[in-house]
């Protein structure tokens, strides 16, 4: 039986090619608005995205969220959420 062993610059590779095909399949995938009592699937959340704006905004701003199912699919979901400038200041 053979081994494979892979270095640490090996290993960055290989985790940079399956972050990249995530990616990939996130702008593959159609944008579903949330609502309200919505149930989701989410067995793993892959990005969270949101608009972007003054850095020193606070306010409810658009939402993304690219995660896979408990099968293994992808899925985008758009929200409205308070901007993470809104916890990161006193």
């Known amino acids: 039986m053979k081994t494979f062993h892979l270095g640490s610059a090996g290993l960055l590779a290989v985790i940079a090619a399956f972050a ?21 699937d989410v067995k793993q959340v892959i990005a969270i995205h949101e608009d972007s704006g ?25 929200y409205r959420k308070f901007a993470t400038n809104c916890n990161e200041g006193g």
Do not use: W
């Open 20 to 40: 990249s095909l995530g990616a990939q399949a996130a702008d593959t995938v159609p944008v579903e608005p949330y609502h309200y009592g919505q149930k989701l």
């Open 54 to 78: 003054s850095p020193f905004d606070c306010g409810i701003v658009n939402a993304r969220m690219d995660y896979l199912d408990s099968q293994g699919l992808a899925h985008s979901l758009a």
